[in-house]
């Protein structure tokens, strides 16, 4: 017998005072009253469960707003461009006057399956911070790979977090082109006091772990002439590359998506042209900083 049952019973049928047998069954005696209510309007019914969903919903929102989140969401996804609930928000108010806040397409997009879940991450706490001091002084640069279509693989440097002009190169690198990809290094709008280049420790960007041998390459000395500090990440560490790498998942994802495929170079560098304009100018601007710092302390330079 359920507790409801027995408080209706020993009030009712037994006669004794709410206030002892609030106290016997350990309840308010407002329950109590709100109970006896339900049971003289309603009888046996009163004691069925009962749903605690709110009557109304002001931050519902209608069925073709919802329709129009998930539309959204698979073109995107279909498209290789990120499809989160941030940029689904603001594609719904600038493409289609619909203002949805991002938590609210996040619900509905998790309701709809759409949400593939993510092994549990370390907390911010876990991770040493490190930021620069001021926008667009420090940059992070890395090499990645993209096979084409008959199998061969292409090289370029990526800089982040605003994606500069991406050129594809074949897999061999001469010394004489790393020292001229330095030419590359952050050059736009004012220029930043103490600027540093962020990197891996490749053989492209440094020779300090190359058995020893230590000097410096050609694109060390070239950032030594243009005063550009050079930073290098702990060995096998790729959290500190963490904006690069993320760069180059988006990138990649937008490539796998494009059909045909790309066979050459030139082919490849016409798509990461027109993947250059869209990740500048035609997206929604990423917040990256964690909550509660200001926006401009990032490794990176905003977007």
Known sequence: MSKARLVITAVTVEKRPV?????????????????????????????????????????????????????????????????????IAWHLERHHQV????????????????????????????????????PNECWQ??????PLAHGTRHRDLDLARRSLPVRAAGDRLEPDHRAGRARRVPRRGRRP?????DADNGMVFTTRLSGGQGGRNGFEH??????IKQKNGKPNHPQTQGKVERFQQTLKNW?????????????????????TSYYNNRRPPQVTAR????????VCRPP
């Open 222 to 227: 070239e950032l030594r002439r243009r005063g």
């Open 141 to 146: 640069a890395d090499f990645t790979h993209y």
């Open 193 to 197: 006091r103490g600027p540093g280049l």
């Open 19 to 87: 206030s002892e047998v609030a106290r016997s069954y350990g309840v308010a005696r407002s329950w109590i009253y709100t109970l006896l209510a339900h049971y003289r309007a309603e009888g046996e019914a009163a004691f069925e469960s009962r749903s605690r969903r709110p009557l109304t919903s002001p931050a519902a929102i209608g069925a073709e707003a919802v329709e129009l989140i998930v539309a959204l969401r698979k073109e995107l996804a279909g498209q290789g461009l990120d499809a989160g609930p941030d940029t």
């Open 99 to 134: 203002r949805v806040p991002a938590a609210t397409v996040a619900r509905y997009l998790a309701a709809r399956g759409l949400v593939v879940p993510e092994p549990r991450k370390r907390p911010w706490s876990s991770y040493i911070r490190f930021a620069a001091e001021q």
């Open 255 to 275: 490539l796998a998506a494009q059909h045909p495929q790309p066979a050459t170079l030139t082919q490849l560098q016409a798509l990461l042209d027109t993947f």
């Open 291 to 298: 909550p509660g710092h200001h926006p401009r302390h990032r």
